[in-house]
């Protein structure tokens, strides 16, 4: 079993930054895909960034330049830094992690973006 914790969501003015971070437990390999979604109430589930088994990283179209994915395999553990939030980047973001056909996922956490 792998069990996803996420945590760094909050509220925060248009043009700040946060630090999302999603630290994973139980049976990891380093190397397997991670990365985070976003979805908002009544609508479906969207990519946000993600890390590939091979060291690829994709963004959505509407978070490049602002947003970067980081790994930290020592510490099974994936962050995702974001700078000049919108007021549409207001979601709530959920970490993922894939290993053999199988997507696990955390439980999310909110990231309201208000002045």
């Known amino acids: 079993q792998v069990q996803l914790v996420e945590s760094g969501g909050g509220l925060v003015q248009p043009g700040g930054s946060l630090r999302l971070s999603c630290a994973a437990s139980g049976s990891i390999f380093s190397n397997n895909a991670m990365g985070w979604y976003r979805q908002a109430p009544g609508k479906q589930r969207e990519l946000v960034a993600t890390i590939a088994s091979s060291g690829v990283i994709n963004y959505a179209d509407s978070v490049k330049g602002r947003f970067t994915i980081s790994r930290d395999n020592a510490k099974n553990t994936v962050y995702l830094q974001m700078n000049s939030l919108k007021p549409e980047d207001t979601d709530v973001y959920y970490c993922?992690?894939?290993?053999?056909?199988?997507?696990?996922w955390g439980k999310g956490t909110l990231v309201t973006v208000s002045s």
């Open positions: 993922y992690y894939w290993r053999a056909g199988v997507t696990y």
